[in-house]
């Protein structure tokens, strides 16, 4: 019980999530709408209201997430709405 208390004290990032598995949540945003169900994940399992850390953390990838998606859409002719750009395959947080 000991080390389960000093383990737990250890963690930088603590999960919400639940009993659901990781892989389960993600493979649900992955068949739905989101471009970047990653991000989406972090923001539903991690991040919390006033964690600085988390928080930071989540609007970091959403900046990156944007310029993936500005680089694409770069890429495509200027009259194609934002919605209909989606990041390539390999891109990768």
């Known amino acids: 019980m000991k080390a389960n208390s000093i383990n737990q004290s250890k963690k930088k990032l ?9 892989s389960y949540r993600l493979e649900e945003r992955r068949n739905g709408v989101s471009k970047f169900p990653e991000i ?3 923001k539903e399992v991690y ?18 997430g944007q310029t993936v998606l500005d680089e694409v859409a770069s890429q495509l002719p200027l009259e194609t709405p934002i919605e209909e750009v989606f990041p390539l395959e390999d891109a990768d947080f």
């Not at 991040?47 to 990156?64: A, F, I, N, Q």
């Open 47 to 64: 991040d919390r209201p006033r964690d600085e850390l988390t928080e930071l953390l989540h609007s970091t990838m959403v900046e990156k």
């Open 40 to 42: 989406d994940m972090f």
């Open 14 to 22: 603590l999960h919400r999530s639940g009993s659901q598995r990781f």
